[in-house]
Structures are given as structure tokens and as C-alpha cells.
């Protein structure tokens, strides 16, 4: 089986990496990191334990701290790798080649060994400089896909907006999925 990592990073919407994570998981081995921010936004946003929540979903967890990590290494063979939601720090750092925690430093050996990286920065608006992170990164072949609503998905509540977004990430990492409504199924 294919091996995935997911870095959660502390920006808004922790909740879609907990969604793609119980989506994604059917289709690769995974390893989840978690940033300390990440566990005080879900607090706030969602009021529960984050590291509670992702126990139950039965994969590896680690947090940041762990920059010894097996996953941190290009010999551990990841074949994908996404950051959902991506701060715009950890997007700076990562744009940066800044390694000084787990999610950057897996996300700088993805880009060593050319391996898929997406990343799904929340933020609006975007600054200048994260737009030149992201334009930056586009250009190394990097996956910027920031959770956007698509109207023709016809999306009546938080839950279907949220499928359709975690849908187009599957796509674009060439997993099946029938999270929404597709255009030509109009």
C-alpha cells in the first residue's frame, strides 16, 4: 500500500485534515503529524482534544517535536504528502526550505525526492508574500489547493461544501472518490 503524510498545521479549518484523513486512509497507509498550533485551533474552533480525535482514527501520530521520526527521512519511501490546512507560516517555511520542526522537514524531503506534495493553505486574503510562497512552490511542482467552494457541486450545507473540497483533493492525488456533485453529472 502506498504511504501517505498528512501534516495538520495550526491554521483554520483543522476539521477538513481530520476529513481527508478518514477519507484518504481507505486508499493509503498513513502517518499523521500535528502541530502544537493545530491542537489549540481545534480547541477553539471545534472544542474537543485533537490528538483525541485522530487516536480514533487508528493511524501513526506524531507531533512536530519528533524531527527524528522515521517519515522525516527520504529513505522512508512516502509517496504523497499534504498539509491540510496549511498556515501560512508553515507555507513560508516550507517555501524557505526551513526544517525545524516534523511537518517542514517531511514536507523538504518530499521536494528532494520529487515526490507529490500538496498543500492547502488557508487563508483570505492572501498577502503578497504568500502569494509568492505559493508561486514559488507551484513552480518546484508543488500542489497548492486552497479549500475554494465551487457553486455547481450545489452544496446545501458545511458538510457537502466540505466534501466537495476534500473530493478535488483526492483528484488531484488520483483517488476515486463520490464526495460531489461533478459538472458533468449536471
Sequence with gaps: MKKLILGISGASGVRLGVRFLQEVKKHFECFVVVS????IVAQKEEGKDLMDVLFQEN????????????????SFGADVMAVIPTSMNMLAKISCGISDELISRCASVMLKE?????????????????LENMSKLAGLGVIIAPPVLAYYAQSQDL?????FIIGKWLDVLGVPNSLYLRWSDR
Aim: proline residues 5%.
Design 59 to 74: 493511524v501513526k501520530i506524531y507531533n512536530e517535536q519528533e524531527i527524528d521520526a522515521g517519515i522525516a527521512s527520504g
Design 159 to 163: 458538510q457537502s461544501m466540505e466534501n
Design 114 to 130: 520529487r515526490k507529490t506534495l500538496l498543500l492547502a493553505p488557508r487563508e483570505m486574503p492572501f498577502s503578497s508574500i504568500a
Design 36 to 39: 502544537h498550533s493545530a491542537c
